[in-house]
């Protein structure tokens, strides 16, 4: 069977979600829908194509990744359909899709138009469950994107802040804090790796420093801090059996600085 | 696949939905359960009639709703199924059926009461597992609804608060506040444009007065107020890239008056 | 179709549980997944352990259950698979597994070793996604646990604090709080019984003496504590339309006492 993975800020207050996937299931009720998250910061674009980026690749190819982080609903904001090398993606055009098409290649995009494959009526405030949901069942049963409007030559791009590196110093910053409140930094393995090389290092995060990277958080005793590559491919500060967000009273746009 | 939908109070803090899926996957594995909302306010009758009449439209022909917010667990309230124009909706006769049923048409009111198809023993605290979840499970696998009891005459009524017109002014209230802060009232498109004909009008709420409504959040500058129809079909009181709760400190009841 | 049904302490506000449903469908998309919770306290091993114990038996036998709570992820712990009489099991041995496999019987205990089956690379902090959910999936598959590991003789227990009995007191304590603000007790029904046998007997919880054992939340009046055996099997105290959690400041661990 095939896939529509889900990922909006809805929350669990509402129905919003629930509905969606009615929808879907009356277009086509032979198919696993699957929830990637619905917590994302209400309108927060870019952390909903943060956490998109970093779940794409382990879904099935031929999945159809449904987001809707939608903001400017009802505004001109384009509703489009990514074709990507392995995947569909469904969503506005507002940057929330970008940094997973992107990186997986993109082949094609279209502009949704056709008023056909619409609920009617539209609202002026929920095109997840009027236009996104019915477009991604139908794209589930085999439709081909062209059927839903004309190709775009573009999608608005948003970015992650990069590190970088001024002379012998590495400076990032935190772009994800997950539930457990490990901090999540944008300095990547590699980047990590050749950076230091097999120097001596101290990550410095507030008034601590850090001067290894473990391989578990049961690595240093309870309570203490530590650096750890996480399962995004980000090095993270944690404290064992706690929380570094609270531990280091950090919110996201922190910086991190490695020395060497 | 048919579908079952799930509506209620239960939160996600237990294991109490994991389990209700896990009984009725068990007598009917082929089946897709969707959860509308669990996170109706504990023991919330008219919150929950008022998200399940705004929900089982959007489903297919024939699925099952299984709706439980049920304070009066263990007591006289009876449990039932009412067979609709469309659908089957199974919960307490409280009245958190009532709106749903009611607006699709009643076929057929059944007292559930043949304890053969009950897990056993029947707790005291959670019919939503011992009762009601299984009915809802062979309902799915074809069963007819007289199979589990005989038929009723009515069911228990709950109404929303229905606007009123007094001379110039049309007198509603809040009614739910979704995620976002949304302030959703009772006055419905139909109504709201009956009322103003073509005629000039301010919305007052508190203090402000707004004299548009809009066709996108975006329509206003940020973090101003605005009027516009929901995804619900009423007039919500939003503002742009902010949250109206906040902003107006209002909380469900409170007043909304329009005067022309 | 089969079922793996999920328990975590992974919370809805990242990806967690979405990749690792990627990951399972990746290899068999012709399964049902179904949520028990995510929502227990982050590294709480007691708490999954009790509610995966009052779960697993509502779901048809040969159910996998993929239970991660796993604060050694990474360190010397062992993945395990424990197959018993009606079920499977994957998860770190830490004693998450241990309350529910010895209730239906353990008949093998797997150590996970075999990384053909993992995802590659194997992080550091996810083993949720990188081990236990394709071994839960190939399982899914009717692979056999052999294939997975060698045999192990034990797994790692843990237990619920049980009651005592001194004099003409049982003394016990709160186990779990509900959603609902429910005090779940330790006191099983059946000892309850043979304690009291048909004397009178009065339940102490701070202040408060209760002389009943109620048959629903509505035998009392509104606002009211009560006892009652919930759904899980235990005593449990309650306030008819409120939380006894707040009626009562009681936490987790604060003691019940029944005297005759």
Known sequence: ???????????????????????????????????????????????????????????????????VVDPGVGSERKPIIARTKNYLFVGPDNGVLSLAVKEDGIERIIKIENKRYF????????????IFAPIAAYLSK??????????????????????????????????????????????GKDLFKRFIEKKKFKIKIKNTKIDSVTKSYQAVRKDQPLAIFG????????INSGSAKKHFNANKGYPITIAI
Chains 1, 2, 3 share one sequence.
């Open 1 to 67: 069977m095939k896939s529509i993975a889900l990922l909006t800020d809805f929350g669990f207050a509402d129905n919003f979600i629930g509905v969606m996937k009615g929808v879907i299931l009356k277009i086509n009720s032979n198919i696993n829908i699957v929830d990637i998250s619905h917590a994302i910061e209400p309108h927060n674009i870019t952390e909903a194509a943060f956490l998109l980026k970093n779940s794409y690749k382990y879904f099935r190819k031929g999945t159809i990744f449904l987001t």
């Open 119 to 130: 609920l009617k009526p539209v609202s002026d405030t929920f095109h997840g469950r009027d």
């Open 142 to 187: 085999g439709k081909g994107p062209s059927l839903f409007g004309r190709t775009l030559n573009s999608i608005k791009q948003i970015n992650i802040p990069n590190p970088k590196i001024i002379r012998n110093r590495l400076k990032g910053e935190i772009i994800h804090i997950d539930r457990y409140g490990n901090l999540v930094t944008n300095i």
């Open 231 to 238: 399962s995004f491919g980000f090095l993270e500060i944690s």
